[in-house]
């Protein structure tokens, strides 16, 4: 069998002919654009070589001495449903053709070999394996299977079903080296999730993180792609860009939604031909580098306008990822509120404050326009200058009193999630949970003692011995 090395991460096609000629064309045409290409003449092997597990795609011809395609086609399809298998027949017989298809076959392709409709037919190929796969793993995590490896998300604090379930799509197309598009808005995380990414995917190069907004055409295509030595005055030296910076690992394009129309026509060749030219230079380059870009634009308007490529969107969001604002993931809120305030306390070198009942009501209320950022920048200014060791409404300047939490909560009591998380920092005691509940009641029956007690289903005297630990209740006071 002739074989092609693997790079990490890469999909393979296994070309099976007993045409020798043609086994070598077709490597060829494949290779030329970057596509790993196998050959097997002998089809009696060709399930042995399968349970390797190497290959994304197969290219069977039909009419062969022994094992035919005809009786290889059930097979693989029996015995690999994820792999999808191109039919080569000489005979043109839209028959012969109709019973492929019949028969689980992907599509066919007839000899003599057309290199651009066999390039074109893989590449779909490819994609439809990759999402068939993609499902099928997604589908095992959404009912219940945990995530593989939940050290890669660590950097992003949360608590919503919401943002777990984006963790198990990327965990679900790790092998993916398809294109990436992030969108959500102004500080939700973009880049975190785009870290995430390239985390799970396991390439050995670097993330490379490009800000194209504020580049021109002439500036992105000299950063992204470099320039050759006199490609312009004062371009005395040559210089490789950031695509050759980002070899063998992710370029991250923040803000790809303020791309000039003639840096999207660029953009959409480099990710269709993994190919592009330096400034000055008519040398080809070939890029390795998987890209993901993130945007919170509004791309339904910018399409319908015209002012962003159907053609690059359509490329570019493969695979999208829709980040939720804050508001639409409360529970995430005062988890964050305390990991900021941990973090920005060990950088002043103080003990961290403690929340106040009164701001952790004022934070769930708050609708958060400008998301995690926002609320990075809110904590960092109330610890910087609280200094009596607990954070009050007053250290949170433009921060509105909340509603109080008593309906709210006790309607939510049964959610164990908005519990543990979206109260306490992490699974509380016995002790703070009766706090809490003392705390409500009170609230619930507008401070009266006795309503409060029956609340709780306990006794007057019981609840004042609560009342005295949490301090709440001094002897003396009236009902």
């Not at 992105?220 to 030595?229: A, M, Q, V």
């Not at 803000?255 to 592009?276: C, F, H, M």
């Not at 490329?315 to 005062?334: A, K, M, T, V």
Request: net charge negative; aromatic share 6%; hydrophobic share 40%.
């Amino acid at each position: 069998m002739g074989e092609t090395e693997l790079p990490r991460g890469a999909q393979c096609i296994l070309l099976i002919d007993d045409d020798a000629d043609f086994l070598e064309e077709a490597q060829r045409a494949l290779k030329s654009h970057a596509i790993c290409a196998d050959t097997l003449r002998d089809s009696s092997q060709a399930l042995q070589v399968l349970a390797q597990g190497k290959h994304s795609v197969v290219c069977l011809d039909w009419v062969m001495p022994g094992m035919s395609g005809a009786d290889l086609l059930p097979d693989i399809i029996r015995l690999y449903p994820q792999i999808p298998v191109i039919i080569l027949t000489g005979i043109n017989d839209l028959g012969n053709v109709v019973s492929c298809i019949k028969q689980g076959a992907y599509d066919y392709i007839t000899k003599p070999l057309d290199a651009a409709q066999l390039v074109s037919i893989v590449q779909k190929a490819f994609t439809t394996g990759e999402l068939a796969d993609q499902n099928r793993k997604l589908t095992g995590y959404l009912l219940g299977e945990p995530l593989a490896n939940p050290e890669f998300f660590s950097d992003i604090i949360t608590y919503s079903e919401r943002m777990q379930s984006i963790f198990k799509i990327i965990e679900a197309s790790r092998s993916s080296r398809q294109p990436v598009l992030i969108t959500g808005e102004t500080g939700v995380g973009k880049e975190l999730i785009a870290r995430a990414i390239h985390r799970v995917s396991g390439l050995h190069g670097a993330m490379v993180t490009v800000n194209v907004a504020s580049l021109d055409d002439t500036m992105l295509s000299d950063t992204l792609f470099g320039h050759k030595r006199g490609a312009y005055t004062g371009a005395t030296e040559g210089r490789a860009g950031l695509i050759e910076t980002a070899r063998g690992g992710t370029l991250f394009l923040d803000e790809i939604g303020d791309l000039s129309p003639a840096s999207q026509i660029k953009l959409l060749r480099l990710i269709q031909q993994n190919e592009y030219y330096r400034l000055g230079s008519d040398v080809l380059h070939k890029s390795d580098a998987r890209i993901i870009a993130a945007s919170n634009a509004d791309f339904e308007k910018m399409l319908t306008t015209g002012s962003f490529r159907k053609d690059l969107y359509y490329r570019i969001g493969s695979i999208h990822l829709h980040i939720p604002p804050l508001r639409q993931r409360r529970e995430d809120i005062l988890p964050l509120t305390r990991h900021f305030i941990d973090q920005i306390a060990l950088v002043l070198q103080r003990t961290p404050p403690k929340l106040s009942s009164e701001v952790c009501q004022a934070l769930l209320n708050h609708n958060y326009p400008g998301n995690v950022r926002e609320l990075i920048n809110r904590v960092n200014s109330a610890v910087t200058y609280n200094r009596s060791g607990v954070l009050k409404l007053e250290d949170f300047h433009g921060l509105k009193p909340g509603c109080k939490r008593s309906g709210t909560l006790l309607r939510r009591m049964g959610s164990q999630q908005f519990i543990l998380h979206g109260i306490f920092p992490e699974f509380p005691t016995l002790d703070e949970v009766e706090q809490l509940l003392v705390e409500e009641a009170m609230e619930e029956s507008k401070g009266q003692r006795g309503v409060a007690a029956e609340l709780l289903g306990v006794s007057r005297p019981t609840l004042q011995k609560r009342l005295v630990r949490t301090d709440r209740w001094r002897p003396g006071d009236e009902d």
